[in-house]
């Protein structure tokens, strides 16, 4: 069981992931002078030396070797190396292009396709408030569509990649600084390609100036740093705290789209969001409710089992009496009743 010390050490963590990832679109426009695929080649290739260090320092090896005897798992990795570039290319894409709050309707709808997909995909069971959730979220899709006059794609897109990746993950079943790391080591021969094709032509940003340069390699530091900070808050704190924890960072990408970029929020778009974030608050409450009866049946039942068991005084008065009537090994000599053999 997890100390209250250990929880909030998890809380602070968890609040430092969620709010890095949240505030990432600061930094991603500091790089407007490259291009989004630029940004992302780096990104790459700057992740790898960070696994390799964090794997060195929890001396962490182990899992490579069995990995690569399981050709499934392999499929399975490329699969999600897949999924998560194309997800980092457009949220890359969509912050540098102002479309920051549209961004961020895609990481508040993520939940709800996560928990479509635990039906379609994994033959899940909902709770009547999940199915509402869900139905809410998606009228909130119906009201953009129709007020825009297009359906915002950007949002499903990046709720549909990331709820794709975490599903893939699923299946391969490896902690995040191995999974990170065995990603990073499948993209990295792609994007250095591409890196060196740019260069070649010249239209590499990289050597436009030091800090330019030292911006595109710490890359690697911003994709990591929040990944290890989750990392340490997962194991300390129950699911259901970091489920509302992950509403974190796309509030932030809301508050800076409205009030750093100045994106425009007309009332149909509000009203979109409205929708959303009402699906949210009954899933959360919902997790809050479940989770709270799930205590309860384990506190009744941890009552019960200490009821059951007999007082300690008597367990003490029946312990030699247990101890008399167990049969004792034969001494030489002992006479035995009659038919008995050795």
């Known amino acids: 069981?997890?100390?209250?010390?250990?929880?909030?050490?998890?809380?602070?963590?968890?609040?430092?992931?969620?709010?890095?990832?949240?505030?990432?679109?600061?930094?991603?426009?500091?790089?407007?002078?490259?291009?989004?695929?630029?940004?992302?080649?780096?990104?790459?290739?700057?992740?790898l030396p960070v696994a390799v260090v964090l794997l060195a320092v929890l001396r962490r090896w182990s899992w490579i070797g069995p990995l690569l005897r399981q050709p499934r798992r392999l499929g399975l990795i490329l699969v999600s190396t897949l999924v998560i570039s194309a997800n980092?290319?457009?949220?890359?894409?969509?912050?540098?292009?102002?479309?920051?709050?549209?961004?961020s309707l895609g990481y508040f709808?993520?939940?709800?396709?996560?928990?479509?997909?635990?039906?379609?995909?994994?033959?899940?069971?909902?709770?009547?408030?999940?199915?509402?959730?869900?139905?809410?979220?998606?009228?909130?899709?119906?009201?953009?569509?129709?007020?825009?006059g297009?359906?915002?794609?950007?949002?499903?897109?990046?709720?549909?990649?990331?709820?794709?990746?975490?599903?893939?993950?699923?299946g391969i079943k490896l902690d995040g600084i191995e999974g990170f790391s065995a990603e990073t080591a499948l993209q990295l021969l792609p994007a250095l390609g591409f890196l060196v094709f740019l260069g070649l032509r010249g239209d590499a940003s990289f050597t436009t100036g030091a800090g330019q340069a030292l911006l595109l390699s710490a890359c690697g530091v911003a994709t990591a740093v929040p990944l290890i900070c989750f990392g340490a808050s997962a194991v300390r704190l129950p699911l259901t705290m970091i489920g509302m924890l992950q509403y974190l960072a796309p509030t932030f990408q809301f508050l800076l789209g409205l009030t750093v970029f100045h994106e425009t929020m007309p009332p149909e778009r509000w009203a979109g969001f409205a929708l959303v974030w009402l699906a949210l608050a009954m899933l959360t409450c919902d997790a809050l409710r479940t989770a709270g009866r799930a205590r309860a049946a384990l506190a009744e039942a941890a009552a019960q089992a200490a009821a059951a068991a007999p007082p300690p005084e008597a367990a003490t008065e029946a312990a030699p009496a247990a101890a008399a009537a167990q049969p004792t090994a034969e001494q030489p000599g002992t006479p035995r009743p009659p038919g008995l053999t050795r």
């Open 150 to 170: 297009r359906m915002p794609w950007i949002a499903l897109a990046l709720a549909f990649s990331f709820a794709t990746y975490g599903l893939v993950k699923k």
């Open 88 to 103: 980092w290319f457009l949220y890359i894409w969509a912050v540098n292009s102002g479309h920051v709050l549209e961004a």
């Open 109 to 148: 709808i993520n939940p709800l396709v996560s928990i479509a997909f635990g039906v379609l995909v994994l033959r899940e069971r909902l709770r009547p408030l999940q199915w509402a959730a869900v139905g809410i979220g998606a009228l909130a899709v119906l009201v953009m569509t129709v007020a825009y």
């Open 1 to 47: 069981m997890q100390t209250r010390s250990d929880q909030r050490t998890g809380l602070a963590y968890g609040i430092a992931a969620y709010t890095m990832w949240g505030l990432l679109p600061l930094y991603w426009r500091l790089l407007d002078d490259a291009a989004p695929s630029e940004i992302l080649a780096h990104r790459m290739v700057w992740s």
